[in-house]
């Protein structure tokens, strides 16, 4: 009789903890859904990396953030990865927190690969990357890179010009400086070689090769090239500025930005000199 009690009991027992395992499984599962839940609430309710604004448009701008396609605006804020691209007979003015000023041509686009900004420091480390088109670029208080599919090109205050060119195999950047120096390379860490363009100077980067040779620039592609980086476009009647150091100036009811580095005017004005020749 006892022995069987016994039996009982211990029958008893394990029912009871095969219950409770059961118990702690599911209430652990909720438990683990429930952090899940509330770790993703978390990471989403971070905001995103701003890196800098967008200054002037002119024709057809889009800003692409996680795949969404929006008109670009003056203002419109810039943040890591996103991509700016430019139609056809358009361009764009984009200032970041670091100072920087980027010109992008016509039918160009350009990505914000990496974007570390030090509010101590005030001093960023940043790398763009232009797929295609035509860039010009004022550096401002950052260490600078410009990746393309075939160089990398580092610059710290300074003035340069990037373009890609062709496809294929045919395909090159080219890279005019136009202030202090910039250092060129091949994107392809195992191709060796690399140059140093001071001002006035371009070289070529075509794939799977070293750069070429420093060459003194053309004064007529670099002329042609400022003339297809500058930007004409709308202005700015907002002035709530949350990034970088940007004053504010008034023409004609309207604000607009005015970096702190020289920049394009945003209208050309007709100016008529009278000029008097002593007799």
Known sequence: MINANCLQNKE????????????????????????????????????????????????SVHVIRDARRSDAE?????????????????????????????NLGE???????????????????SIYRLLNGLLKIVVGRSDLEIHTPTAVAAARGTKFIVWVEGSGEDMFTGIITL???????????????????KSGQMSRVYMQKPPEA???ADIEIMRQFNGRAMVLGSAIKDVNIT??????QEADGLFMFQPPVSREPATQTPVTIEVIYPE
Not at 243 to 248: M, T
Request: hydrophobic share 45%.
């Open 107 to 125: 039918q160009s686009r350009i990505e914000v690969e990496e974007y570390l900004y030090s509010q101590e420091k005030k001093r960023s480390k």
């Open 74 to 102: 003056p203002q419109m804020r810039i943040l890591l990865k996103d991509a700016i691209e430019t139609g056809e007979r358009s361009r764009t003015k984009l200032f970041f927190m670091d100072d920087s000023i980027l």
């Open 214 to 216: 420093v060459q003194p």
């Open 243 to 248: 990034s970088g150091k940007l004053e504010i």
């Open 179 to 197: 202030e202090s120096e910039v250092v060129v390379k091949n994107i392809i860490e195992g191709i060796a070689g690399e140059v140093i363009l």
């Open 12 to 59: 008893s027992l394990s029912g009871i903890a095969i219950a409770l395992t059961l118990h702690m499984k599911k209430h652990g599962l909720i438990i683990l859904i429930c952090l899940a839940w509330i770790l993703i609430g978390a990471a989403k309710s971070y905001p995103a990396t701003e890196a800098g604004q967008v200054l002037t448009v002119s024709g």
